[in-house]
Each structure stands twice: as C-alpha cells, then as structure tokens.
Nanobody, 122 residues
C-alpha cells in the first residue's frame, strides 16, 4: 500500500514549461517503477512516461517524446515530469502511478495519485 501525492500543475502558455512532482509514502520507492499518465475531458487515461525503479530505463509516449522528461530521486521518494514546449493538447489531469515494472498500460499500475491539473493556453 502506498500513497502518491502529485504537485506542480497549473496554467501555462503554449511553449512554456512545468515540472510535476509525485511524492510516494509507505512503500519501498526504489523497488517500484513509476509512471505518468494524463486524462483530458472526454478522453481515456493515456500513457505519458514511465521509469524503472533504478531510473535507468525511461519510456515515453510518441506525443511527448523530445519534450517531456521523466526522472526520479529515490532518496526523496519522488518522481518528476519535466514538461517543455507545452501545447494545448497537453491540457489534462496528470496522474502518477506506481507498479512493478515500467509499462504503458494503465492496468499494470497498482497505486495512483489524485492527479494535478495542467492547463495550456493557446
């Protein structure tokens, strides 16, 4: 059992940047893969990025590759999502999740945060 708390969302203009954070409590963080997903109104929750427990393996959705960077600081039990060159299509609620191994599927993750809103204005 783990509690995940996202932060860092907000309103930003297109072309701008945001850095999301997700702090984990109650589980051995370094043993777990972490993922970022997002959900826009009327859309399914979609994969954004994931990172292995060690931080050495990272994977991205094609839509964000080259713009977003996932990273983690295991000493702080925190995973980050640096978002650059934001576009209006990036507007969504962003969720962090924890699982056994990196995965693009929503169903592979066992624990989820409550989400943080990211709004990109055109």
């Amino acid at each position: 059992q783990v509690r995940l708390v996202e932060s860092g969302g907000g309103l930003v203009q297109a072309g701008g940047s945001l850095r999301l954070s997700c702090a984990a409590f109650g589980r051995t963080f370094s043993k777990q893969a972490m993922g970022w997903f997002r959900q826009a109104p009327g859309k399914d929750r979609e994969f954004v990025a994931t990172i292995s427990g060690s931080g050495q393996g990272t994977y991205y959705a094609d839509s964000v590759k080259g713009r977003f960077t996932i990273s983690r600081d295991n000493a702080k039990n925190t995973v980050y999502l640096q978002m650059n060159s934001l576009e209006s299509d990036d507007t969504a609620v962003y969720y962090c999740a924890q699982g056994i191994s990196p995965n693009r599927d929503v169903g592979a993750y066992t624990d989820w945060g409550q989400g943080t809103q990211v709004t990109v204005s055109s």
